[in-house]
C-alpha cells in the first residue's frame, strides 16, 4: 500500500474535528430522547385511561352525552401515536449518529453491478468476508466494515428467536399475505407454506416472499442454535465466514440447507486498508437494491441507516444498464427517506462503474455517466466514476472525494439530522400537548354532568387523614418510648461492636502482622536505619488501618434511616395503598414524587424533609470518629485512660547488671539512649527491653485507648441516633397531620385514587365514572407537562442560536 494514493492529513484532522464536535452534542440528543420517551408513555397512558373511562360510561349505562363524549378523544390517539413513532424512529437515528465514533460510508447497488468487487478492492477483503458471483445475488447479511491499525477480525450480532420472528419472518409473512408469524421455534418448524406458484398462494406478487420463507423454513436445523443460545455475539475467523454472510452457491455444490445467515442480525469486520490513514471510516455493505423479494426498504436499510453518514449507489456501465433506470430511481427514494434531515445532496452521490472487460473503448462507461450525471443533476447529486477492480482509481477517483466531502459536510450534516428530530419531536409534542388540553377539558365538562359525589370524596379524605394521625403517632410514642429508657440503635450499636473487635484483635495481633515477634522482625532493618522515621511511619499505618475499620460504621447510619423510612411507608401505605405508595427502599421517594404532581404542597414539604434525613445527619465518621483518630499521632499522646487498657504489654526481662561492649562500638543504657562505648564496662538493655520494644508497646496503648474513646462516642451516637429518628418521625407527624388546612393536601392526592382508597364507595354506577375521569383528567395534566420536556428543548435551542 506504500505506492498508492493516501488520505490527505487535512482530510483526517477536519473529520476528526466533526466527530469531536459529534460527541459535545451526546448530552442535548440524550435528553431529547428521555423526555420524548416519557411524552410517548403519558400518551399512551392518557390513551388507555380514555378507553376505560369510556368503557365505564358504556358499562354503566351512563347518559347519552356523556357516552358520546368519548367519541373525538379514543379517535385521535392512533393518529398521533403513528406519527410519534415516525418521530421515534427520528430521535432514535440522531441518538445513534452522536454516539459514533466513525464516520460510514454506506455502498448499494444492484446484483452484478460491482458493488461487492469495489468493497473488496477498498479493503483488500477475500471473497469469503465480501462475497460476490456472477450470476446470483450473494449478500445476505448487511456488513459493517471498519478500518483498524489492530488484527483483523470479524464479529457476528446474532438475532434472538424474537427478532428473527419481529425483523425478518413477520415482515415477509405480511408481504406474502400469510397472517401473524409463527409464535415461536416449535410452530415455525410445524409450519407448512404454500409453495411459490401454487394455488395456495395469494397471488404471483407472493412468490419472491414465500421462497424465502420456504428457503428460512428448510435450512432452520442450520441456525436454530445460533438463534436460541446464550451468546448474542460470536467471532468468526475470515476463511469461515461465507456462509454467515452470502447465499449458497449451488452452482459451485454448496448445501442449500445450510443457510446460517438467517441467524445474523449484522456483521462487524475489522481489517487494516488505507495506508497511514487516521480516518474512523467504516463500510456499510448492503444488500442488492432491487433484489427479488428481498423488500429492502424494511428489512435492510431501515435496520442500517442509523449507522450511514453517507449512502453510495453503484451503477455498472454495460449495454443492459446503460441508461437510468428505474432501479435507480428506486434507490435515489430510498436514501431520500433515509437521509433523516441531511440535504439529499450531502447524503447521497453515485458512482459509475468502468468494467474495461467488456467495455474496452469506454463508449458504454461515457454513455452511462452521461445518462446518470444529467438524471442526477436535477437535485444536484455528485456522480463520480471509477474502474472498481483498480485501487489506485477507487481511492484517487472515489474515496478521496467522498471523504473530502464529508471532511467539509459532516458537522453540518451531525447537525441537520439532530434538527430534524427535534423539530419533528416539538411539533408532535404540541399536537400532544393539544389532545391532553382538550382530554383534560372534556373530562372536567363530563364530571358536571355527573352526580355530585364531592361531599362525600371530602369526609372520606378527611377520614383518612384522621386514621393516619392514629397511626403515625402510634409511630413517634414508639421512637419517643426507646429514646426515654436510653435504648441505642440496634443497626448502629452492632456496627460499633464489630469495629470495636476488629480493631482490638488487629492490636493483639501484633499490629496487622501476627504477633509481637513478626512485627520486631518486619520493622527493626527499617528502625535502625532512622528510628524517627520508622515511628512516624507505624503511627500513620495504625490511623489509617483504624480510619479503615470505623469507616464501616457509615452504612449502619443508613440503615437505621432506612428503617424509619420503611416504617413510614408502611404505616402510609396500610391506608394509601400499594398503588400511591409502591413497595420498596424507593417507596417515600416515589410518594413525594406523586404529591408534587398532585399539588399536595404540606405532603410533600413533610417527605422531603424525611427523605434528607441522611444528609441531614452527616457522616458518623467525619463527625464522630475522626477527631478521636486523630489522636494517633507520633507525637501526641492522649491522657492515661480512666478504665484499665484491654492491651497490656508483655512482661519485660530481668537485665543483666552490665555487659562489656567492644572500643569504639554502640551500646544501649537502660533508658534507651545509645552512646559510643571506650571498652568499659556500660549497663546495656537487654533484648526485650531497647527502643523498638518500647516503640511496640506505645502503639499498642496508644491505638487501645483510642479504640477505648471510640467505644464510648460511639455508644453515645448510637443513643443520639434513637432520639434523632424519634424527632425526625415527630417531625413528619406535626407537618404531615398537624399543619393547619391540609385536608386539602389529603384531596389532591387521593383524588385519581379513589377507586382504589375506596373500593366500596367508587366502584360501581356513577361514583365509578367519576373516579376514572378525575383519573384520566390527572393524567391529561400529567401528559401536558410532559410535553415540555421536548418543547422547551427546541424553544432553547433556538433562543440559543
Not at 397471488?203 to 421462497?211: I, K, N, P, T
Not at 413510614?568 to 394509601?576: F, I, Q
Request: aromatic share 6%; net charge negative.
Amino acid at each position: 500500500m506504500a505506492d498508492e494514493p493516501v488520505i490527505e492529513t487535512e482530510i483526517h484532522d477536519r473529520i476528526n474535528e466533526a466527530l469531536a464536535g459529534r460527541r459535545s452534542q451526546r448530552s442535548f440528543v440524550e435528553q431529547l430522547h428521555d423526555g420524548w420517551a416519557a411524552t410517548v408513555a403519558g400518551l399512551d397512558d392518557l390513551a388507555a385511561m380514555v378507553a376505560a373511562a369510556d368503557g365505564t360510561a358504556q358499562q354503566e349505562g351512563a347518559d347519552a352525552e356523556v357516552r358520546m363524549g368519548f367519541g373525538e378523544l379514543r379517535a385521535r390517539p392512533g393518529a398521533l401515536r403513528k406519527r410519534a413513532g415516525d418521530v421515534g424512529r427520528q430521535v432514535d437515528a440522531a441518538v445513534a449518529r452522536v454516539r459514533r465514533e466513525t464516520v460510514n460510508i454506506g455502498v448499494i447497488g444492484s446484483t452484478k453491478v460491482g458493488k461487492s468487487t469495489l468493497l473488496r478492492t477498498i479493503t483488500n477483503l477475500p471473497d469469503t468476508v465480501v462475497p460476490s458471483t456472477e450470476f446470483q445475488p450473494t449478500t445476505a447479511s448487511a456488513s459493517s466494515i471498519y478500518h483498524t491499525s489492530g488484527a483483523p477480525r470479524a464479529t457476528l450480532l446474532l438475532h434472538t428467536w424474537e427478532s428473527f420472528r419481529d425483523e425478518y419472518l413477520a415482515p415477509l409473512h405480511e408481504l406474502a399475505k400469510l397472517g401473524p408469524a409463527p409464535r415461536d421455534v416449535d410452530e415455525f418448524r410445524r409450519h407448512r407454506y404454500p409453495a411459490a406458484g401454487s394455488a395456495e398462494a395469494a397471488g404471483a406478487g407472493a412468490d419472491d416472499y414465500l421462497r424465502k420463507l420456504d428457503a428460512a423454513h428448510r435450512s432452520l436445523a442450520s441456525y436454530e442454535r445460533l438463534l436460541l443460545g446464550g451468546e448474542r455475539s460470536i467471532s468468526v475467523g475470515f476463511a469461515e465466514l461465507r456462509p454467515y454472510v452470502a447465499y449458497p452457491r449451488k452452482d459451485d455444490g454448496d448445501p442449500v440447507g445450510v443457510q446460517p445467515y438467517h441467524a445474523v442480525r449484522s456483521v462487524r469486520i475489522e481489517q487494516p486498508f488505507l495506508a497511514g490513514a487516521a480516518t474512523r471510516l467504516g463500510l456499510i455493505d448492503l444488500p442488492g437494491a432491487g433484489e427479488a423479494g428481498l423488500d429492502i426498504d424494511r428489512q435492510f436499510l431501515r435496520q442500517v441507516k442509523n449507522e450511514i453518514d453517507l449512502l453510495l449507489m453503484v451503477k455498472r456501465a454495460v449495454p443492459t444498464s446503460a441508461a437510468y433506470l428505474a432501479e435507480d430511481s428506486y434507490t435515489r427514494t430510498l436514501a431520500d427517506s433515509a437521509r433523516g434531515g441531511v440535504p439529499l445532496v450531502d447524503y447521497y452521490k453515485v458512482v459509475v462503474n468502468h468494467d474495461r472487460v467488456t467495455d474496452t473503448a469506454g463508449k458504454f462507461f461515457e454513455k452511462t455517466f452521461q445518462s446518470v450525471r444529467e438524471t442526477q443533476d436535477e437535485r444536484g447529486i455528485e456522480a463520480l466514476g471509477a474502474d472498481v477492480t483498480d485501487r489506485g482509481e477507487v481511492l484517487g477517483r472515489l474515496l478521496n472525494p467522498l471523504l473530502r466531502h464529508l471532511a467539509a459536510r459532516l458537522a453540518e450534516m451531525d447537525r441537520a439530522v439532530v434538527g430534524e428530530a427535534l423539530r419533528g419531536a416539538a411539533e408532535v409534542a404540541g399536537e400532544i400537548s393539544a389532545y391532553a388540553t382538550a382530554a383534560l377539558k372534556r373530562a372536567r365538562e363530563l364530571e358536571m354532568l355527573l352526580p355530585d359525589q364531592e361531599d362525600e370524596f371530602r369526609t372520606l379524605a378527611e377520614k383518612l387523614r384522621n386514621n393516619l394521625a392514629v397511626d403515625l403517632a402510634g409511630l413517634v410514642q414508639r421512637y419517643d418510648a426507646e429514646t426515654a429508657s436510653g435504648t441505642a440503635d440496634g443497626s448502629l450499636t452492632e456496627a460499633i461492636g464489630t469495629a470495636v473487635g476488629e480493631a482490638r484483635a488487629w492490636v493483639r495481633d501484633g499490629l496487622g502482622y501476627g504477633d509481637r515477634a513478626a512485627w520486631l522482625e518486619e520493622v527493626r532493618g527499617q528502625f535502625v536505619h532512622g528510628e524517627l522515621e520508622t515511628k512516624q511511619d507505624e503511627y500513620y499505618r495504625a490511623k489509617t488501618e483504624i480510619t479503615t475499620i470505623f469507616g464501616r460504621i457509615d452504612p449502619s447510619l443508613d440503615e437505621a434511616v432506612q428503617r424509619l423510612w420503611d416504617e413510614v411507608a408502611g404505616t402510609l401505605r396500610a391506608r394509601l395503598t400499594a398503588e400511591v405508595v409502591p413497595q420498596g427502599p424507593n417507596a417515600l421517594a416515589e410518594l413525594l414524587a406523586t404529591a408534587e404532581s398532585r399539588r399536595a404542597r404540606i405532603l410533600a414539604g413533610a417527605l422531603t424533609s424525611l427523605c434528607d434525613l441522611k444528609e441531614d445527619y452527616g457522616s458518623v465518621v467525619l463527625r464522630v470518629t475522626q477527631p478521636i483518630i486523630r489522636g494517633i499521632h507520633w507525637d501526641q499522646r492522649p491522657a492515661p485512660a480512666a478504665d484499665p487498657p484491654s492491651w497490656t504489654p508483655p512482661p519485660r526481662k530481668a537485665a543483666p547488671p552490665v555487659q562489656q561492649a567492644k572500643p569504639g562500638g554502640w551500646v544501649i543504657r537502660p533508658d534507651g539512649s545509645r552512646v559510643r562505648s571506650q571498652g568499659s564496662v556500660v549497663p546495656v538493655a537487654p533484648a526485650g527491653n531497647g527502643p523498638i520494644e518500647s516503640l511496640y508497646d506505645e502503639l499498642c496503648a496508644v491505638v487501645d485507648r483510642v479504640i477505648t474513646a471510640l467505644e464510648t462516642a460511639l455508644k453515645d451516637e448510637a443513643r443520639l441516633m434513637t432520639r434523632t429518628l424519634a424527632a425526625a418521625a415527630d417531625r413528619f407527624f406535626n407537618t404531615a397531620i398537624r399543619t393547619n388546612r391540609n385536608e386539602r393536601d389529603y384531596e389532591n392526592l387521593c383524588r385519581p385514587f379513589m377507586r382504589t382508597i375506596w373500593p366500596d364507595h367508587f366502584t360501581g354506577g356513577a361514583a365509578r365514572l367519576t373516579a376514572d375521569l378525575s383519573r384520566l383528567a390527572e393524567q391529561a395534566r400529567r401528559t401536558g407537562e410532559l410535553t415540555t420536556a421536548v418543547t422547551g428543548l427546541s424553544t432553547g435551542l433556538r433562543t440559543g442560536h
